[in-house]
């Protein structure tokens, strides 16, 4: 029996069970998603955590009596006659939906005494439901994701095959919690969020310092592109030809200058072309590599905000490459070599590829969207990758092939894309001019790597627990003198190397264990520990971070150490 097929089962089980816990509890949905299941209510009081061992004892009691679950249907007004009856007024507004879709029956599940609006699948009978389940937290929900309707308690669940498979999720949950990168970002001093301006986050010094090692990485590898910047507002005229008034209007901030409207900018795409445009180009000029850190604004209702990973104001390591038909091939492998590249710098050694294709809301021609989805193919073909189709997945311009990694603890994250797009060449009407002396189109490649960096930064610190590598790590060489006596020469070697390293002096005012604790609380790489024979013989004990280790060092040795873990960025 396939899993989420008992886990939605569950589902209902637990609604039996909240049943029968608050008799008069109004149910909303109740869905398996990944890894388990949720379900909403409407109740007469908030729940508690210790209300979750009480219900789950009761699905086990339900599950122990093997109840069947037998389907029936009933045609809509016979199905709102029923539900009126038992006051079910959120399942009725369902059924409304339905009608409103031209459906002319519904079906409803029962097992025992409890029964449910549902289409089904289910098990044949509870008793063949896992036991391998857990009830995990109880969160708010707006009825149908609306803020202007009433807010429901949802119950989330986990759900297992089997008892091994439980017992490993669980304790990836917990080895999560110790990597929170929320947690960390304020432990490490990165970044901070505050009510004066929620969902936009607020950087510290250290955090700027990953971060400028990020940008400084990024440059680093894409020497044969252009670095530009475009403006951060632009008028609503620009977003109207390039389609996103029309298909992303809902999340763009706007405002208005001189009585005319602008849009605070979603995406880069746009002031690149605007670039492009500036000047006629040739086609020995192709093909033309852009790239852009761009400051975009997006709407995120507050509900969705969680960290770095969901915020209404990012930088997006944006590139746009123009190039003619017959380059397109050939730039899209460099790219995907380039994403690969990058992120095995970082330890993601693992990276699964989807080709996301047309959606419902889209703009261009069936067979520019043809040519873009051939083109990709291609591209992957070429470079001998397996790769997963995600039907309707694509952007509203254009296909795209997106970028799966997993980090230390194996969740998969999206972060880079790679969009081949032949519609806003044509909405902008962009041009060359071809060996023939003729006006051609470019093809215009869309293509991130980090994504966005603030959630890629989050990302990084939960991959890492706040260790980052010696070549990221925003506090990169602590000087510990153990006395009083060895801080002259704690400062000299502080300021040898404070003009190449992030280095502090932790002075003596502490005792040295816990000035040992304090840098590997703030997971220091290398602690340089000076005293009686470190100044006498002027050399130095090194301690590292990663194992604990400590050993006796040479200056330049040391200082050759360095080099190597930055110049390869181990």
């Known amino acids: 029996m396939k899993i989420e097929i008992q886990r939605h089962s569950l589902a209902h089980v637990l609604a039996a069970a909240v ?37 789950q004892k009761k699905m086990m009691k339900i599950i122990s009596q093997a109840q069947k679950f037998e389907k029936y249907t009933e045609p809509l007004d016979q199905a709102t006659a029923f539900l009126k009856e038992v006051k079910q007024d959120y399942k009725i507004e369902l059924i409304q939906d339905l009608k409103n879709q031209g459906e002319k029956e ?4 029962k097992n025992g005494s409890f029964v449910d609006l549902c289409k ?37 669940a986990v759900a297992f095959a089997t008892k091994q498979e439980l017992k490993d999720y669980l304790k990836m949950l917990e080895e999560a919690k110790k990597r929170d990168h929320k947690l960390l970002g304020k432990k490490l001093d990165l970044f901070s969020f505050h009510e004066e301006g929620q969902g936009f986050p607020f950087f510290h010094n250290k955090g700027m310092r990953i971060i400028n090692k990020l ?42 200058i001189d009585e005319v409207e602008h849009a605070i900018k979603p995406m880069n795409c746009p ?41 209404r104001n990012f930088v997006q390591d944006d590139a746009h490459i ?88 194996n969740r998969e994250w999206q972060c880079a894309t790679v969009q081949l797009d032949f519609n806003l060449p044509e909405r902008f009407e962009l041009e060359y001019i071809e060996s023939d002396g003729k006006k051609h189109r470019p093809v215009m490649i869309h293509r991130v790597i980090y994504g966005a960096l603030e959630r890629f930064l989050g990302i990084l610190i939960e991959h890492y627990a706040g260790a980052f590598p010696f070549w990221l790590a925003p506090i990169q060489v602590v000087i510990l003198p153990v006395a009083e006596v060895h801080e002259d020469y704690a400062q000299d070697l502080y300021k040898k190397w404070k003009q190449d390293y992030f280095v502090e002096v932790y002075d003596s005012s502490l005792s040295l264990g816990k000035r ?33 280790s400590q050993q006796s060092m040479e200056i330049k040795e040391l200082e050759k150490l360095i080099k190597n873990l930055t110049k390869n960025r181990q």
């Open 322 to 409: 123009f190039c003619r038909p017959n380059q397109i091939k050939d730039e899209l492998v460099g790219v995907i070599n380039l994403i690969l590249k990058m992120y095995d710098t970082f330890g993601f050694k693992k990276v699964d590829i989807y080709l996301s294709t047309r959606p419902e809301k889209s703009v261009g021609s069936d067979q520019n969207w043809e040519m873009a989805e051939n083109g990709l193919k291609e591209a992957l073909k070429e470079k001998k990758i397996d790769y997963i189709v995600n039907e309707g997945d694509g952007a509203f311009y254009g296909p795209k092939i997106d970028f799966i990694i997993y980090d230390a603890l």
């Open 106 to 109: 519904v079906g409803f599940y």
């Open 215 to 256: 940008l400084e990485y990024w440059r680093f590898e894409h020497k044969n592109y252009e670095e530009i910047r475009t403006p951060i507002i632009l008028n609503r005229q620009l977003w109207e030809k390039s389609g996103h008034w029309q298909n992303y209007k809902e999340n763009m901030y706007t405002t208005n």
């Open 19 to 55: 049943l029968e816990m608050f008799p008069e509890a109004k149910l909303g949905i109740g869905p398996n998603i990944e890894n388990g299941f949720y379900y909403d209510f409407d109740l007469p009081r908030t729940l508690q955590p210790e209300d979750l061992p009480l219900l």
């Open 516 to 548: 040992i604790r304090q840098a590997e609380l703030q997971k220091i790489p290398l602690m340089v520990i000076v005293g009686d024979k470190e100044l006498q013989e002027k050399n130095i004990a090194v301690r590292k971070y990663v194992d604990k």
């Open 120 to 156: 089904g699948q289910h098990v044949e009978h509870t008793g063949q439901l896992t036991k391998n389940f857990k009830l995990m937290k109880i969160a708010g929900a707006y009825w149908k994701g609306d803020s202007s309707r009433p807010m429901l308690q949802r119950i989330y």
């Open 271 to 311: 002031g690149g072309i605007i670039i492009y445009k500036n000047k006629e180009h040739s086609y020995r000029d192709l093909p033309i590599r852009s790239g852009e850190f761009g400051l975009v604004h997006r709407h995120e209702l507050s509900g969705v905000l969680n960290g770095l990973f969901r915020v």
